[in-house]
């Protein structure tokens, strides 16, 4: 199983960018899809999840209104849109997969991207 995280970048304040997931050697539709992410420092947080279906999303409160994830489980991928970047959004974003559970719980997801960095300037 692999999960390839890309679309990180640098960006003003108020901008844009478009991460994705991209899975291999697992049936991507059975899984719930997750992004976390890690400030330096700081413990990892969630962010956003979507159901295997994609009918339904999570979102952390930091997320809500600027974020939205979604997935294309024909082209097994995920995609987090980030609209109206701060620079508290800066960190390092992480794809995770797993089949069931606590959508919250990190050591439950089994499978992990490599991360890529968001960095907001101010």
């Known amino acids: 199983v692999q999960l390839q995280a890309s679309g990180g970048g640098l960006v003003q304040a108020g901008g844009s960018l478009r991460l994705s997931c991209a899975a291999s050697?697992?049936?991507?539709?059975?899984?719930?899809i997750a992004w976390f992410r890690q400030v330096t420092g700081k413990e990892r947080e969630f962010v956003s999840a979507i159901t295997r279906s994609g009918v339904t999303t999570y979102y952390a409160d930091s997320a809500k209104g600027r974020f939205t994830i979604s997935r294309d489980n024909a082209k097994n991928t995920a995609t987090l849109q980030m609209n109206s970047l701060k620079p508290e959004d800066t960190a390092v974003y992480y794809c995770?997969?797993?089949?069931?559970?606590?959508?919250?719980?990190?050591?439950?997801?089994?499978?992990w991207g490599q991360g890529t960095l968001v960095t907001v300037s101010s």
């Open positions: 995770a997969a797993k089949v069931k559970g606590s959508l919250y719980s990190q050591p439950s997801y089994p499978y």
């Open positions: 050697g697992l049936t991507f539709s059975t899984y719930i």
